[in-house]
């Protein structure tokens, strides 16, 4: 299962981002899952949460959000939820699709900051520690 | 501090961006990579090691890395064909990263290796997702897997630049139905290319070196719906662009440095790893 590799390169760059705002706890990370990425939400969630632990994310919620696959024919010029199997062909004239216009996402869309942890704000810091 | 940071960073961007280099280096020095995927059993090896065999009666220099949860047999099969062979053990990850390949090819792979076949992991979910540098995709599925195959596992079949149907011997004895397998392939991936090999007897080999020699020579190879998006980036490629997702949370917070929520940012750049520093 891949979901766990999926798992700990999301942790990977939001512990990058927490760095670089100096952010002390995550309380969520939202996911754009497009239909077609072939990944398990609820398996991702799992891993996710083992993942995060001991690092900047404990705790954080997952919050992944599934992206609809749609298609757009060329001649006809319409637009058409592919579906789950997909068929990328038009089901108005039988044309493939000329592109996927959504459905393959894999992305962390957004995170939201969450309080600074007890344990760090427990002291006053001494400039020579930081 | 901002009290939220809108990433939109690919999860894949580091497997994507490993993948590229490995794309470039290999293809500057002269050779292709071929990725070759199915479900466990399918008949990839058998197949393979007669390619390979034919490669080397024709004198093209050919290599092969096979992975595998565990065991070296596979290696042993087509180390039978002459060809460099090298087997990957991932210790129970279920598919190949570039970076491991990569590292793999590390003082092995002969200098002048014209097509590197990869076998990958059996197994037709995660595979899909990850881009190992290849220049041709294949996936297969042997006859006695069922017809609605391309169905079940709409990525990897979507994402494949050539189909192969093996094991094409049996076929009539487990009444394969291949008018119904080319259309549900055709409805994942129109226009692929789908042919129908027998390792056994022999039919449909050299298909795959054609192809993969084709591919290496610079010819057009077929470019999936799956993996057009706009900015055409290419098979691994996460971006839904302009997919016109809106949240629907109404979270509303403000980005300091003025940008909206609603994602019209899209088509930057794949491997765009940073995340947007606010003010
Ligand atoms: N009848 C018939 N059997 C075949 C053919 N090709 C492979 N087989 C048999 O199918 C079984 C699996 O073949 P492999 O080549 O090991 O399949 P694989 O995809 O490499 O399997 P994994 O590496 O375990 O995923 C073996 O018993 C082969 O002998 C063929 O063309 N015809
Ligand atoms: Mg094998
Ligand atoms: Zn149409
Ligand atoms: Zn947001
Ligand atoms: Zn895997």
Redesign the interface.
Known sequence: ??EM??AL??V???E??AR????ESVASVR??V?E????VPDALSFCFGLACAGTVLEGAELIA?T?PG??RCTPCGGEWAVG??????CPDCGT??????????????????GAPRPAATGRPRVPEES | MCRSVDLRTQVLAKNDATAERLRARLTARGTTVVNLLSSPGSGKTELLEAELALAGERGVPVAALTADLATENDATRLARSGAPVRQVLTDGLCHLEAAMLGGHLEGWLPADTRLLFVENVGNLVCPASYDLGESLRVVLASVTEGEDKPLKYPTAFGLAHLVLVTKTDIAEAVGFDEAAFRAHVERVNPGVEVRLTSARTGSGIGTLLERALAAAGGAPVHTPVMARTRADHGQADGHGHGHGHEHADGHGHEHADGRGHGHADDEAPRAHGHAHQHA
């Open positions: 299962m891949h590799s999926l390169a999301v990977d760059q939001v990058e981002a670089s705002h100096g952010a996911l754009h497009g077609l990425a072939g990944v959000e992206v749609r298609a789950m199997p997909p068929d990328l062909c493939p699709a000329e592109d996927l216009l959504s459905g393959r996402e894999l992305r962390i869309a957004d995170v939201h900051w």
